[in-house]
């Protein structure tokens, strides 16, 4: 409601005998006339047209300056709260009314209701899903990744992106779902998106997780039938937390996780932290705990603790407390500890992007990695114990991911084509399995003959024309994929920075064949941090006061927030 009443004070709420205004009824300021009033200003706006006509030239129609000022605010309002996961109860907030008033200038608006908001979603989401689909059906093939998330109310929920290279050479990557499911139905579930989106003959691979946070989901990728890729951030995240268990850190990170909670728990150390942190000239900030599932959030700990050792020291000296600062000896190991970590939270961050391709740099990110984790002479003892774990560990979980896919994938992307990431040995088989590949697709090509039975004995000698054709042809085909492969690698070795994508639109024609293979093996993500980007929008929309949403709603909310946010058009 308005402060002084509907229709920017032309109007006034009649005031009782006891002096309380009573919001039901109005009274025009102009001619002391009474009406109801029931939030809307429709009958208020022809009054004062009527009556008053020098009065009234802000206020036609409805009662709003325009129709289109009305409707284009409450298509500002559906795009917001899909985008940004808002909750639908918000158009009931007469704050909101009040800001959106003085901001159009519109004293007439009245926020659209609950139900409208809610059906203008469906007609949004229904506008984009249809552009997506129109997407996926001009895929020739399309990745998926998906993972699981249960809700405070402990329901299951799924969800599915989608990844593939269109025929302009461009990276898409969106969601198709985020469902409610039961536990033990993701194949199907996985299986019932592809369906519904009408891709599921153009599937090439699934990324999950690498069985350590859900131990299912790989026997899940078993039974589908297309290719399994593990999380490569998932792999990482093992190593790390295998190799912090098993090292000499334990104690240091102890002592960090004791300062931080000193600062965390209580309100007048929170205080005087920024006090000293402003007063020694540093940027305030709050120390973070780490999650110790979460190495990332460990490796930030670490950082923050650094930057501010100095001020927590002479803030844990002047109080005299029972915590106490690190020694120097404690702060030498923790920036040890941070530069093991800093190369592979690199390394995360430039496999989790789903705007460029990841899947072949995964082999070379590895490769970095490994070398970076080598023993120096000069290593202390802690340090050496955790390169040997980490390298042990990733190791063994690089040989149980797709490293066929990888390989083949890598070989693809101009900037790794020289496979200096893999040992001399293994090169040559690689470009065998692109070889065949190159071969199986020629093979698809070629159009079935059927051949009818004639009684003429001519046939027979013919039969043997024909068959000496074939084998002649298959030496040539050979010798045409051979001589394709040549003028790949042949060509110059793409910069570190340029876009594979881009190299392959400006070459499609040089290299057709090969083309239609690296579009399959590029599209595919290294990780599922697609999927855990939705789940973190998942999260806001279950967690927070919504108008009951239904679990339908929630995809549509999620999804569209996806799709809005990366939408270019």
């Given at each position: 409601?308005?402060?002084?009443?509907?229709?920017?004070?032309?109007?006034?709420?009649?005031?009782?005998?006891?002096?309380?205004?009573?919001?039901?009824?109005?009274?025009?300021?102009?001619?002391?006339?009474?009406?109801?009033?029931?939030?809307?200003?429709?009958?208020?706006?022809?009054?004062?047209?009527?009556?008053?006509?020098?009065?009234?030239?802000?206020?036609?129609?409805?009662?709003?300056?325009?129709?289109?000022?009305?409707?284009?605010?409450?298509?500002?309002?559906?795009?917001?709260?899909?985008?940004?996961?808002?909750?639908?109860?918000?158009?009931?907030?007469?704050?909101?009314?009040?800001?959106?008033?003085?901001?159009?200038?519109?004293?007439?608006?009245?926020?659209?209701?609950?139900?409208?908001?809610?059906?203008?979603?469906h007609a949004v989401y229904e506008d984009q899903r249809a552009q997506r689909h129109t997407k996926l059906l001009g895929?020739?093939?399309?990745?998926?990744?998906?993972?699981?998330?249960?809700?405070?109310?402990?329901?299951?929920?799924?969800?599915?992106?989608?990844?593939?290279?269109?025929?302009?050479?461009?990276?898409?990557?969106?969601a198709l779902a985020v469902s409610k499911t039961e536990e033990t139905h993701y194949a199907d579930h996985f299986l019932?998106?592809?369906?519904?989106?009408?891709?599921?003959?153009?599937?090439?691979?699934?990324?999950?997780?690498?069985?350590?946070?859900?131990?299912?989901?790989?026997?899940?990728?078993?039974?589908?039938?297309?290719?399994?890729?593990?999380?490569?951030?998932?792999?990482?995240?093992?190593?790390?937390?295998?190799?912090?268990?098993?090292?000499?850190?334990?104690?240091?990170?102890?002592?960090?996780?004791?300062?931080?909670?000193?600062?965390?728990?209580?309100?007048?150390?929170?205080?005087?932290?920024?006090?000293?942190?402003?007063?020694?000239?540093?940027?305030?900030?709050?120390?973070?705990?780490?999650?110790?599932?979460?190495?990332?959030?460990?490796?930030?700990?670490?950082?923050?603790?650094?930057?501010?050792?100095?001020?927590?020291?002479?803030?844990?000296?002047?109080?005299?407390?029972?915590?106490?600062?690190?020694?120097?000896?404690?702060?030498?190991?923790?920036?040890?500890?941070?530069?093991?970590?800093?190369?592979?939270?690199?390394?995360?961050?430039?496999?989790?992007?789903?705007?460029?391709?990841?899947?072949?740099?995964?082999?070379?990110?590895?490769?970095?990695?490994?070398?970076?984790?080598?023993?120096?002479?000069?290593?202390?003892?802690?340090?050496?114990?955790?390169?040997?774990?980490?390298?042990?560990?990733?190791?063994?979980?690089?040989?149980?991911?797709?490293?066929?896919?990888?390989?083949?994938?890598?070989?693809?992307?101009?900037?790794?084509?020289?496979?200096?990431?893999?040992?001399?040995?293994?090169?040559?088989?690689?470009?065998?399995?692109?070889?065949?590949?190159?071969?199986?697709?020629?093979?698809?090509?070629?159009?079935?003959?059927?051949?009818?039975?004639?009684?003429?004995?001519?046939?027979?000698?013919?039969?043997?024309?024909?068959?000496?054709?074939?084998?002649?042809?298959?030496?040539?085909?050979?010798?045409?994929?051979?001589?394709?492969?040549?003028?790949?690698?042949?060509?110059?070795?793409a910069g570190a920075g340029e876009c594979p994508l881009q190299w392959w639109l400006k070459r499609e024609g040089a290299?057709?064949?090969?083309?239609?293979?690296?579009?399959?093996?590029?599209?595919?993500?290294?990780?599922?941090?697609?999927?855990?980007?939705?789940?973190?929008?998942?999260?806001?929309?279950?967690?927070?006061?919504?108008?009951?949403?239904?679990?339908?709603?929630?995809?549509?909310?999620?999804?569209?927030?996806?799709?809005?946010?990366?939408?270019?058009?």
């Amino acid at each position: 409601m308005e402060k002084d009443g509907p229709l920017g004070g032309k109007f006034h709420f009649k005031k009782l005998p006891n002096g309380v205004l009573d919001k039901t009824r109005v009274t025009c300021t102009i001619c002391k006339a009474e009406f109801s009033y029931h939030r809307s200003n429709s009958s208020l706006g022809y009054h004062l047209r009527a009556k008053h006509p020098d009065e009234s030239q802000d206020y036609g129609g409805r009662g709003l300056k325009t129709e289109e000022v009305s409707e284009k605010l409450t298509n500002a309002l559906v795009v917001w709260i899909a985008k940004s996961c808002r909750p639908v109860s918000m158009v009931e907030d007469d704050g909101l009314k009040e800001v959106l008033r003085t901001a159009s200038g519109d004293m007439c608006y009245d926020l659209p209701s609950t139900e409208t908001i809610v059906s203008r979603l469906h007609a949004v989401y229904e506008d984009q899903r249809a552009q997506r689909h129109t997407k996926l059906l001009g895929a020739m093939h399309v990745s998926l990744t998906g993972d699981r998330w249960t809700s405070v109310d402990d329901d299951n929920y799924c969800a599915v992106t989608a990844h593939f290279i269109d025929n302009d050479w461009t990276l898409q990557s969106f969601a198709l779902a985020v469902s409610k499911t039961e536990e033990t139905h993701y194949a199907d579930h996985f299986l019932s998106v592809a369906n519904e989106w009408k891709i599921g003959d153009k599937l090439t691979t699934l990324g999950t997780d690498s069985a350590w946070l859900y131990g299912n989901m790989v026997d899940v990728a078993s039974l589908l039938p297309f290719e399994h890729m593990p999380c490569t951030a998932h792999i990482l995240q093992s190593a790390i937390t295998v190799s912090l268990n098993d090292s000499g850190f334990e104690t240091v990170l102890a002592k960090c996780r004791e300062i931080v909670g000193h600062f965390e728990d209580s309100p007048a150390n929170a205080q005087e932290l920024n006090a000293q942190q402003a007063a020694h000239g540093h940027n305030t900030e709050a120390l973070v705990q780490d999650a110790q599932t979460r190495w990332n959030s460990t490796l930030e700990m670490i950082k923050v603790i650094q930057r501010n050792k100095s001020v927590l020291t002479s803030i844990l000296t002047q109080q005299n407390s029972t915590v106490t600062m690190l020694t120097d000896q404690e702060l030498d190991r923790l920036q040890k500890l941070e530069e093991l970590l800093e190369p592979c939270r690199y390394v995360t961050e430039l496999l989790g992007g789903e705007r460029y391709v990841s899947c072949s740099m995964v082999l070379p990110a590895l490769r970095h990695l490994f070398w970076v984790m080598e023993p120096l002479d000069d290593d202390p003892v802690y340090v050496v114990k955790f390169k040997m774990v980490f390298t042990t560990d990733l190791a063994q979980r690089r040989a149980s991911s797709n490293l066929t896919w990888l390989k083949i994938a890598t070989a693809l992307d101009p900037r790794f084509k020289d496979l200096k990431c893999l040992p001399k040995e293994e090169r040559r088989e690689v470009w065998t399995l692109v070889h065949d590949l190159l071969m199986a697709e020629a093979q698809a090509q070629q159009p079935s003959v059927q051949i009818k039975e004639e009684p003429s004995p001519k046939k027979s000698k013919m039969s043997i024309f024909l068959l000496g054709s074939s084998d002649s042809d298959t030496e040539e085909e050979e010798d045409s994929i051979g001589r394709c492969l040549d003028r790949y690698k042949a060509e110059p070795k793409a910069g570190a920075g340029e876009c594979p994508l881009q190299w392959w639109l400006k070459r499609e024609g040089a290299h057709a064949r090969l083309a239609s293979i690296a579009r399959k093996y590029l599209s595919t993500p290294a990780t599922t941090v697609p999927c855990e980007r939705l789940f973190s929008l998942s999260g806001d929309v279950t967690q927070k006061k919504r108008a009951s949403l239904s679990s339908e709603d929630v995809n549509r909310i999620v999804c569209l927030s996806n799709w809005l946010s990366a939408h270019k058009d």
